[in-house]
Each structure stands twice: as structure tokens, then as C-alpha cells.
């Protein structure tokens, strides 16, 4: 794998406004994703990870900051070249294709756009890319009403895969699943990867799931990035106090996994931050390690050991 980013964001804001407010629903984020890795976006509802999804793929004007693709930056409206190289896959398998359409039109749909091949070939493709999925080319002239969730998922994959991308945005690609079937479909995540050479950017609130597939992690927290690094660093030694939060709520079935899961002083009030505004550090109103900095003074993210940052005044582990 190249250490060079195949993709960099640098200073990516997004905000809104509000009757008369402004909403800041990304603030400065930076990250790099090196080809053929996979970055786990890692948040709560509302922490920004699908904005940063959205401009990304183009769906969205940021308001200040650059995707930079390949050493170029993205504009908002792209050649089909460069959309048909990232692609998206997206929640909800059940919303997300067309009811109306067979799984073969679906799956046919970015052959012509990108006439990735000639007309003759659409049925063929089609037939071979429902086989890369784990699929029967009987699946073809069905509609999505006659499949099940996980047969869906497959089918929104064999219609990224159909453009033959080189970056895939998955947004919660398995969250609408049952637990034995979301295993198959990130088993197929990851045999697809190794295939093509696939560079994934999985957005997620689960970080059971990042544990399975990612390198790399990022946290994100009310349009913030508040620690990344590689998925085995973080999960042992989480720096940020929302980071050991997420990771205290997941579930564990062993004594070995319990030994390392982080301990999380539960009070409702600092859980639900009893509406309180910090001018600093976001989580600060939930915290209860923040000090007085927390509430004034952003922390940037900052290099604790290799590759592992994060943006806190009192990081967990430091004295």
C-alpha cells in the first residue's frame, strides 16, 4: 500500500444557517486516506461524519476548505471521469434503490453512464458483477421487494463496483442489517478490497464494526475530529474522553475484551451536557475531566505517540 493519500481534505468547513444562525456542521476538518485502506469516520448522530461523506462525493458545497484528489482539488461539480472513480454506497438498502427498477437496470444504470462497456455486454456484466457480489444472475429481473436485506446491500455494491471506482464511501453500509448478515456483507467488504485494490471510507457509529474492517480511525464529535489513529492504537489506549465514552458502550462476551474496555463515570447529567455551551473544547459540557481550558479554549489535535492524535487538554494517560 502506497503512503502517499490517494485522498486529503484540508480545512473542511461546512455550516448553515438557521433562521439567522449559523450552524456549523464541519469545522477545519483535515485527514488523509492512503489507496487501499480503509478509514473508519467514526460519531454519534449529528457529529458531522455524513456531511463529510456527502462533500466528498460532491453532493454538498463546502463553505470554506479543498478535497484534494490524486494531488488535485475537487470541485463540487465533477467530470463523469472523476465521479465514476468514487462512489458511494449508502444505509439503508431498503430506501436506497429503486423499487421500480429490476436489480438488472439498477445494476445497468452506471454501465451506460460511464459506458464502461459496449451495449451489447450490459446483460453479461451485469451477470458477472452480481457474481462478484455472491449473487445469481437469477437475481437479475427481480425487483427489490423480492429480496432480502443483505441481497439489497449486495445489489447497491455491484452498482458501485459497476463504474469500476478506485474509492468507495460506505455510510453506514451495515447498520440497517441483522447482526449475521452484516458479517457476511463486511466479509465481502473485505474480500472485495483485496480484489480491486479499493480505497474505503466506512462511516459508521459503530465502533464494533471498526474494529473488523479498518486501518485507520478517525473520531468525530460536533464537526470536529477529536482523535485519529490506527484502529489497534486507539481501541488499547483511547487519548480523548469521548473516544473511552463510544468504546465503554460496546458490548463485550469475554473477560479478555472486558480487561481493556475503558471505564466511563456515567452521569446523565454530563451525558445529556444539561444543554450547557463550552467556547472550547465541544465535549466539554458531557466531560467530567474537563477544567476551565476545556471550556475556553479549543484544543487542536495534536500528535501524543505515532500517528495517534488527539484534541484534548487532559488527555486519558497523561499525568
Given at each position: 500500500?502506497?503512503?502517499?493519500?490517494v485522498?486529503?481534505v484540508?480545512?473542511?468547513?461546512?455550516?448553515y444557517r438557521?433562521?439567522?444562525?449559523?450552524v456549523?456542521a464541519?469545522?477545519?476538518?483535515?485527514?488523509?486516506?492512503?489507496?487501499?485502506?480503509?478509514?473508519a469516520i467514526?460519531g454519534e448522530?449529528?457529529?458531522?461524519?455524513?456531511?463529510?461523506?456527502?462533500?466528498?462525493l460532491?453532493l454538498?458545497?463546502?463553505?470554506?476548505g479543498q478535497?484534494?484528489?490524486e494531488?488535485?482539488?475537487l470541485?463540487?461539480?465533477?467530470?463523469?471521469a472523476l465521479?465514476?472513480?468514487i462512489?458511494?454506497?449508502?444505509?439503508?438498502p431498503f430506501?436506497?434503490l429503486?423499487?421500480?427498477?429490476?436489480?438488472?437496470?439498477?445494476i445497468?444504470?452506471?454501465?451506460?453512464?460511464y459506458?464502461?462497456?459496449?451495449?451489447?455486454?450490459?446483460?453479461?456484466?451485469?451477470?458477472e458483477?452480481?457474481?462478484?457480489?455472491?449473487?445469481?444472475s437469477?437475481?437479475?429481473?427481480r425487483?427489490?421487494a423480492?429480496l432480502?436485506g443483505?441481497q439489497r446491500?449486495?445489489?447497491?455494491?455491484?452498482?458501485?463496483?459497476a463504474?469500476?471506482?478506485?474509492?468507495?464511501?460506505?455510510d453506514e453500509?451495515?447498520?440497517?442489517l441483522?447482526?449475521?448478515?452484516?458479517?457476511?456483507v463486511?466479509?465481502?467488504?473485505?474480500?472485495l478490497q483485496r480484489?480491486?485494490?479499493?480505497?474505503y471510507?466506512?462511516?459508521?457509529?459503530?465502533?464494533s464494526?471498526v474494529?473488523?474492517?479498518?486501518?485507520?480511525?478517525?473520531?468525530?464529535y460536533?464537526?470536529?475530529?477529536?482523535?485519529?489513529g490506527?484502529?489497534?492504537s486507539?481501541f488499547?489506549?483511547?487519548?480523548h474522553?469521548?473516544?473511552?465514552?463510544?468504546?465503554s458502550?460496546?458490548?463485550?462476551v469475554?473477560d479478555?475484551?472486558?480487561?481493556v474496555k475503558?471505564?466511563?463515570?456515567?452521569d446523565p447529567?454530563a451525558?445529556?451536557?444539561?444543554?450547557?455551551?463550552?467556547?472550547?473544547?465541544?465535549?466539554?459540557?458531557?466531560?467530567?475531566?474537563?477544567?476551565?481550558a476545556?471550556w475556553s479554549d479549543?484544543p487542536?489535535?495534536?500528535?501524543l505517540?505515532t500517528?495517534?492524535?488527539a484534541a484534548?487538554?487532559r488527555?486519558?494517560?497523561?499525568s
Open positions: 500500500m502506497s503512503t502517499a493519500p485522498l486529503s484540508r480545512g473542511l468547513s461546512k455550516y438557521v433562521k439567522g444562525t449559523r456549523d464541519l469545522a477545519g476538518i483535515d485527514l488523509d486516506i492512503r489507496r487501499g485502506e480503509t478509514m467514526v448522530s449529528g457529529s458531522g461524519k455524513t456531511t463529510l461523506g456527502n462533500l466528498i460532491g454538498e458545497r463546502a463553505s470554506a478535497v484534494i484528489f494531488g488535485a482539488p470541485q463540487m461539480r465533477r467530470s463523469s465521479r465514476r472513480r462512489q458511494v454506497v449508502q444505509q439503508n430506501s436506497t429503486n423499487p421500480k427498477r429490476t436489480v438488472r437496470a439498477t445497468e444504470l452506471p454501465l451506460r453512464a459506458k464502461m462497456v459496449s451495449r451489447d455486454r450490459y446483460r453479461a456484466r451485469v451477470g458483477l452480481l457474481d462478484i457480489v455472491g449473487m445469481s437469477t437475481h437479475m429481473n425487483y427489490p423480492a432480502s443483505g446491500q449486495r445489489v447497491a455494491l455491484a452498482r458501485a463496483l463504474s469500476e471506482p478506485e474509492i468507495i464511501v460506505l453500509p451495515t447498520s440497517a441483522d447482526v449475521s448478515v452484516q458479517a457476511r463486511l466479509a465481502l467488504l473485505v474480500e480484489t480491486f485494490d479499493l480505497t471510507i466506512f462511516i459508521t457509529h459503530d465502533l464494526v474494529r473488523n474492517i479498518a486501518r485507520r480511525v478517525s473520531v468525530m460536533r464537526g470536529r475530529v477529536v482523535e485519529s490506527p484502529t489497534e486507539v488499547a489506549a483511547p487519548r474522553r469521548y473516544t473511552s465514552m463510544l468504546l458502550s460496546i458490548p463485550v469475554s479478555a475484551e472486558l480487561a475503558p471505564s466511563w463515570t456515567w447529567g451525558i445529556e451536557g444539561q444543554g450547557l455551551h463550552s467556547d472550547g473544547c465541544p465535549f466539554a459540557p458531557r466531560c467530567p475531566h474537563a477544567v476551565d476545556c479549543v487542536e489535535l495534536e500528535s505517540e500517528a495517534h492524535l484534548c487538554h488527555p486519558a494517560g497523561s
